[in-house]
Each structure stands twice: as structure tokens, then as C-alpha cells.
């Protein structure tokens, strides 16, 4: 589950990639260079692939802080795991 506020970042984030993709629109129907067409397309992609990896982090963290309860972890191993994903996360494209 995602927070309220969580929730709003992510509608947020989802708003710029809606006015990205129209840009992408505009820019072919302008017959833009294919070059700038494709600078556009990886930012918007970019922007896609950030909104997944926030949503997956939350979902993360909330199975993570779950498991602690049961296998008796505290706060500080849940942001430790979750600290290791993130590195990886960055370093994969």
C-alpha cells in the first residue's frame, strides 16, 4: 500500500511523463530531427523506469518491515536491505 503522500509523488512524476509523451507527439508531428526525438523518448523511458523503481521500493519496504516482526529484525536491517537494493538498482540499465 502506498501512502497518501507517496501517492501524490507518484501522480506527480506520472503527470510530467503524460507531458513528456506529448511532447513526443508534438515533436514528430513537427517533424523534428530523429536525434532529438530519441534524446526525448530515453528521458521519457528514464522517467517510467523512476516511477517503477519507487513503486517496487515502497512494496519493498513495507515486506520488508512485515518481516521483521516475524523474524524479530529491527528498523535498522530493513533500511540496511533496502540501502543494498538501491545501489543495485542504480547500476542496472
Known amino acids: 500500500m502506498v501512502a497518501k503522500t507517496d501517492t501524490e509523488k507518484v501522480i506527480n512524476r506520472l503527470r510530467r511523463v503524460e507531458g513528456q509523451v506529448r511532447g513526443l507527439q508534438r515533436m514528430i508531428s513537427e517533424d523534428?530531427?530523429?536525434?532529438?526525438?530519441l534524446t526525448q523518448l530515453a528521458a521519457?523511458?528514464?522517467?517510467?523506469?523512476?516511477?517503477?523503481v519507487f513503486l517496487i521500493s515502497n512494496r519493498m519496504k513495507e515486506c520488508l518491515?512485515?518481516?521483521?516482526?516475524?523474524?524479530?529484525?529491527?528498523?535498522?536491517a530493513v533500511e540496511e536491505a533496502f540501502e543494498v537494493f538501491?545501489?543495485?538498482?542504480q547500476h542496472v540499465k
Open 32 to 37: 523534428k530531427p530523429c536525434e532529438d526525438v
Open 44 to 52: 521519457t523511458r528514464a522517467a517510467l523506469d523512476r516511477v517503477g
Open 65 to 76: 518491515r512485515n518481516s521483521t516482526e516475524e523474524m524479530g529484525l529491527d528498523d535498522v
Open 86 to 89: 538501491m545501489k543495485y538498482i
